[in-house]
């Protein structure tokens, strides 16, 4: 809110909030929407539903496509609903701009795409000014999908949603999550270069300059301008927006896209900001903020370069964030989890039927073991959990054995890596960033396991001498390390030509942490598992007995040159 503040009040550039009311109590949505109004600013309203009509946004630990949810505002269980409060409530009516998401590639619970976009149509009707899409890569196919939209009585404008490529493992993990379709040539395109990180990024570049061009000079779509879905990686957009030709200064942007203006065949230069131009601003303004504004100061800086390079500030941002750690200070933190419409808490991934038919009904330990191990051998029965939405990664197989011993104990691992000392940057396996350069990697793996076991680990960790750094916590925030507050783990690293040592995986407080406590990851995860059965029901006490009774352990052995360190700590007797 304080940075919308900032943006607003001292550049003049609109904001966008996103405003949600899953989760939220009686009366919250009122108070957001009056702190909001504190500040003259669009409000993006984005409760996309199942079905790809309204999907029920109020619940305690929402799980997807779940039959077993409980509203906790009954004024609000679709997204429709949330656009006819703010529109009907003379409170709010005029002051706020209303948007909603749009699916170009339908909604991946979805009904008949013309079905989807008569529920768009009803949201539009109850109040929305705009239409905000999902990302897509399929130009032909949204060109006909705005085509449907206008024909159906839709006049809003459409902003279309576009997410520049920057590594081939998240482009994967994104388009499965959204359902996006890939048209095989861009499939072909990034077979050859998928273990070049660099090459993907240019290519992403060049792919998102061609769409962009594409949707915006064909007159009969009325595109005016579009969302970058930046994943918090600057320098691609930057380097789009530069290809375009859209980056030089203006004295007062205001949002066209939105506003009533002149009709015009693309998105006008004068409303686009220089990139170059926008860093020096925002860092200067943030350097000189006014006390009420939440800013870091400079000694909570790692690199004063930070705070005064200014030309150079880009050089703090993470290129090739790898694996769901990394650096919190850095703005690529948390890069690839979630959606953008519902960032974080993309639930379950599956539906009900879907969960059953992969986890069925455990109702004890060994059903879980069983489980987490028909995953681990890429069973296609189980083909995901709960915690791990892909398929065993290539070089966890590096690991199998042990990882499955952990399993027979109950330790129901969800993230590991082996260690890597010295390989190719484009391997097959452990390979990232640019061609040319060599990775490094330290053993890590993190998993549930109880408490007695907790206990045994911490007395083993003891007698490392200081080979070994963990973190456990549990649902009753308890939490234990053996890493002061400032301390952080490298555990993944490269050496590329030309540049600085890449540290693209780091484990460290604050990260553990957020993952732990995140509302929709970690131990929420088995509420929402939970919620998938009936109240009382056999299978929803076990896996409620394990969020209240597991602990989260994440373990790194420093140890990158002898492989099977971390294993002999873990699994010897």
């Given at each position: 809110m304080d940075l919308a503040g900032m943006s607003q009040a001292r550049f003049g550039v609109d904001t966008i909030m996103h405003l949600t009311c899953t989760n939220m109590e009686q009366g919250m949505v009122d108070d957001a929407l009056r702190v909001s109004q504190q500040i003259p600013q669009a409000v993006e309203v984005n409760l996309t539903s199942t079905s790809g009509s309204e999907r029920p946004g109020n619940y305690q630990h929402p799980p997807r496509g779940s039959e077993f949810w409980l509203p906790i505002d009954p004024r609000f269980t679709h997204a429709i609903d949330l656009v006819k409060y703010i529109k009907?409530?003379?409170?709010?009516?005029?002051?706020?701009?209303?948007?909603?998401?749009?699916?170009?590639?339908?909604?991946?619970?979805?009904?008949?795409?013309?079905?989807?976009?008569?529920?768009?149509?009803?949201?539009?009707?109850?109040?929305?000014?705009?239409?905000?899409?999902?990302?897509?890569?399929?130009?032909?196919?949204?060109?006909?999908?705005?085509?449907?939209?206008?024909?159906?009585?839709?006049?809003?404008?459409?902003?279309?949603?576009?997410?520049?490529?920057?590594?081939?493992?998240?482009?994967?993990?994104?388009?499965?999550?959204?359902?996006?379709?890939?048209?095989?040539?861009?499939?072909?395109?990034?077979?050859?270069i998928r273990n070049d990180d660099q090459k993907v990024k240019d290519y992403g570049v060049e792919l998102a300059t061609t769409i962009v061009k594409s949707i915006t000079e064909d007159p009969s779509l009325g595109i005016r301008g579009v969302h970058f879905c930046t994943l918090n990686l600057e320098k691609s957009v930057r380097r789009i927006l530069d290809a375009l030709g859209w980056t030089h200064e203006s004295h007062r942007p205001r949002n066209q896209i939105i506003d009533t203006a002149p009709e015009q065949p693309h998105l006008p230069g004068r409303v686009a900001i220089s990139p170059e131009h926008a860093s020096k601003v925002a860092v200067s303004a943030l350097s000189h903020a006014p006390a009420s504004l939440s800013v870091p100061q400079q000694s909570e800086q790692d690199d004063d370069s930070a705070t005064t390079d200014f030309g150079g500030v880009s050089s703090t941002w993470d290129e090739f964030p790898n694996g769901r750690f990394g650096d919190p200070t850095s703005p690529a933190y948390g890069v690839g989890s979630g959606d953008q419409w519902d960032p974080g808490a993309g639930g379950l991934g599956v539906s009900r039927a879907e969960a059953i038919a992969q986890w069925g009904t455990p109702t004890s330990i060994d059903d879980l073991n069983a489980i987490f191990t028909r995953h681990l051998n890429s069973d296609p029965r189980t083909p995901m959990t709960p915690f791990s939405p892909d398929p065993l990664l290539a070089e966890s197989r590096i690991i199998l054995p042990q990882l499955l011993e952990m399993t027979?104990?109950?330790?129901?691992?969800?993230?590991?890596?082996?260690?890597?000392?010295?390989?190719?940057?484009?391997?097959?396996?452990?390979?990232?960033?640019?061609?040319?350069?060599?990775?490094?990697?330290?053993?890590?793996?993190?998993?549930?396991?109880?408490?007695?076991?907790?206990?045994?680990?911490?007395?083993?960790?003891?007698?490392?001498?200081?080979?070994?750094?963990?973190?456990?916590?549990?649902?009753?925030?308890?939490?234990?390390?053996?890493?002061?507050?400032?301390?952080?783990?490298?555990?993944?690293?490269?050496?590329?030509?030309?540049?600085?040592?890449?540290?693209?995986?780091?484990?460290?407080?604050?990260?553990?942490?957020?993952?732990?406590?995140?509302?929709?990851?970690?131990?929420?995860?088995?509420?929402?598992?939970?919620?998938?059965?009936?109240?009382?029901?056999?299978?929803?006490?076990?896996?409620?007995?394990?969020?209240?009774?597991?602990?989260?352990?994440?373990?790194?052995?420093?140890?990158?040159?002898?492989?099977?360190?971390?294993?002999?700590?873990?699994?010897?007797?």
């Open positions: 009907s409530n003379p409170e709010f009516a005029d002051f706020f701009c209303v948007g909603v998401a749009g699916y170009p590639d339908g909604h991946t619970d979805g009904l008949p795409l013309d079905e989807q976009i008569q529920h768009l149509k009803a949201k539009v009707d109850a109040g929305a000014d705009y239409i905000i899409t999902q990302l897509f890569y399929d130009v032909d196919g949204f060109k006909d999908w705005v085509k449907r939209v206008r024909n159906a009585g839709i006049t809003v404008p459409i902003i279309p949603g576009v997410m520049p490529i920057q590594n081939h493992t998240s482009f994967l993990r994104m388009t499965k999550l959204c359902g996006a379709k890939i048209p095989p040539e861009i499939t072909a395109a990034l077979e050859p027979s104990k109950a330790w129901w691992t969800v993230g590991s890596q082996p260690a890597v000392d010295s390989a190719p940057s484009n391997d097959e396996v452990v390979g990232w960033g640019p061609a040319g350069g060599y990775v490094f990697q330290k053993a890590f793996v993190e998993f549930f396991c109880d408490e007695d076991a907790l206990r045994t680990l911490e007395t083993k960790i003891k007698g490392e001498n200081g080979w070994v750094t963990w973190y456990a916590a549990n649902s009753q925030d308890e939490f234990i390390t053996n890493l002061s507050d400032e301390g952080r783990n490298a555990v993944t690293w490269g050496v590329f030509p030309g540049q600085e040592i890449a540290q693209s995986t780091i484990i460290e407080r604050a990260s553990f942490l957020t993952w732990k406590a995140s509302r929709e990851e970690a131990f929420n995860i088995w509420s929402q598992w939970a919620l998938l059965y009936p109240p009382n029901s056999d299978t929803r006490t076990l896996l409620e007995k394990m969020r209240d009774s597991r602990w989260l352990v994440s373990i790194v052995h420093h140890n990158f040159k002898e492989p099977n360190a971390l294993w002999k700590l873990l699994l010897d007797h």
